[in-house]
Every structure is written in C-alpha cells, then in structure tokens.
C-alpha cells in the first residue's frame, strides 16, 4: 500500500478525483492537499486539508518527504 498525496491547486478536479479513486480501489493510502485556489470535496475513505488553514507549509513540506508518490494538479 502506497502513501500518494495530491496536491490541489486550481478549482477543477475531476481528473485528479478520477485519479484518486483508482489508487484508492488499489488500496492505496490518499491524502489530498488542498492549497489556496484550490477547492474540491473528498470521497470517503480520502482525509483532505487546506493550507495554511489546517496543515502548516512546514507540516505540508514533512508530508511531501513521508509520501511514496506526490501528484501536483
């Protein structure tokens, strides 16, 4: 099971939503960040948070370095 996090900038997510469900369905571990501009809801089963409102750019900076793979949208 791979860690993935996904960093969300722009408003449109579709694709990284579509993206998110097939790692999700090979059992991957999702964590979606979104940075300012960025705004989507996350399916269950997915933790999402907002920087600088939830999770520090410190805190975001340690995530990228525990992830098995970052995707940038």
């Known amino acids: 099971m ?3 996090l ?3 900038k722009g408003p449109d997510a ?3 939503l579509e993206v998110v469900a097939q790692q999700q369905a090979a059992g991957d571990a999702i964590t979606l960040v979104l940075l300012p501009g ?7 089963g ?3 948070r ?4 939830e999770l520090s750019w410190e805190q975001l900076l340690e995530a ?4 098995d793979q970052v995707i940038t949208w």
């Open 2 to 4: 791979a860690r993935v």
């Open 6 to 8: 996904h960093l969300l």
């Open 14 to 16: 579709a694709l990284a």
């Open 38 to 44: 960025g705004a989507v809801t996350a399916p269950a």
């Open 46 to 48: 997915v933790s999402a």
């Open 50 to 53: 907002r920087v600088p409102d």
């Open 64 to 67: 990228i370095f525990e992830a």
